[in-house]
């Protein structure tokens, strides 16, 4: 069936350090692919998505390339802020495929240091 | 616009006895989502209502189930609670059935703890 991996955390880095996130993908037929992200004590919010090949979502100072050649779909931010300290989670949805709704990953939880 | 409620935000329960969690979706939303999250497992999909009916299930037992009502709301009930039940149960409501394209908006979460 359809899957989602990303990177192990915790990641910790220092405020204006470079974020990225490694997040790859197994599906049938042509996945959307999306980042959420939960804040401690809070649900999910979206944070980016992309429907299609070579597609780049990008909010907040966040990016990401649908790339399906390498079945990818990576988070990127150049200078990371404190107040970016989470947990982010990469998924899945694929109606065409055999399965329905949002498939996530396990999240990598991102601590940025002042 | 308010956002997607659920209550009880933290419930605290014994083995073998059930519960019931209950999603109130953002305004004019018609899909319901429910979601499971735990250290081990991640986030795995419950269920989806739409339109008072259940347009999809994920892979758990029997003892979960849902419903939704004429307004959107939703609840979830899971009977004869195991201590692997614990969890933070998420809930999403989307405007249409969920499909592909579709942003799925989440609540908070309701902390369920089986002791």
């Known amino acids: 069936g359809d899957s989602v991996t990303q990177m192990e955390g915790p990641v910790t880095l220092s405020e204006e350090a470079c974020l990225t996130i490694?997040?790859?993908?197994?599906?049938?037929?042509?996945?959307?692919l999306f980042w959420y992200v939960q804040y401690p004590g809070e649900g999910l919010q979206l944070l980016l998505k992309?429907?299609?090949?070579?597609d780049k979502g990008s909010n907040k100072g966040f990016e990401a390339t649908y790339r399906k050649e390498t079945t990818s779909f990576h988070l990127e931010k150049g200078s990371v802020q404190v107040s970016d300290s989470a947990v982010y989670f990469c998924?899945?949805?694929?109606?065409?495929?055999?399965?329905?709704?949002?498939?996530f990953g396990k999240g990598t939880k991102l601590s940025v240091k002042p | 616009k308010a956002g997607v409620t659920q209550t009880p935000r933290y419930l605290i329960k014994t083995r073998g006895q059930q519960v019931t969690l209950s999603c109130s979706p953002i305004?004019?939303?018609?899909?319901v989502s429910w979601y499971q999250q735990t250290p081990g497992q991640g986030l795995q999909f419950l269920f989806e209502?739409?339109?008072?009916?259940?347009?999809n299930k994920g892979n758990f037992p029997g003892r979960f189930s849902g419903r939704q009502f004429s307004n959107s709301r939703s609840e979830m009930n899971v009977s004869t609670l195991e201590l692997g039940d614990s969890a933070l149960y998420l809930c999403?409501?989307?405007?249409?059935?969920?499909?592909?394209?579709?942003?799925?908006?989440f609540g908070p979460g309701t902390r369920l703890t089986v002791l």
């Open positions: 999403a409501s989307s405007l249409v059935a969920s499909s592909s394209y579709n942003e799925q908006f």
């Open positions: 490694n997040c790859t993908y197994t599906a049938t037929g042509y996945p959307s």
């Open positions: 992309a429907t299609k090949a070579d």
């Open positions: 998924a899945l949805s694929n109606y065409g495929g055999s399965q329905g709704n949002l498939i």
């Open positions: 305004s004019g939303h018609r899909s």
């Open positions: 209502y739409f339109s008072e009916t259940q347009r």
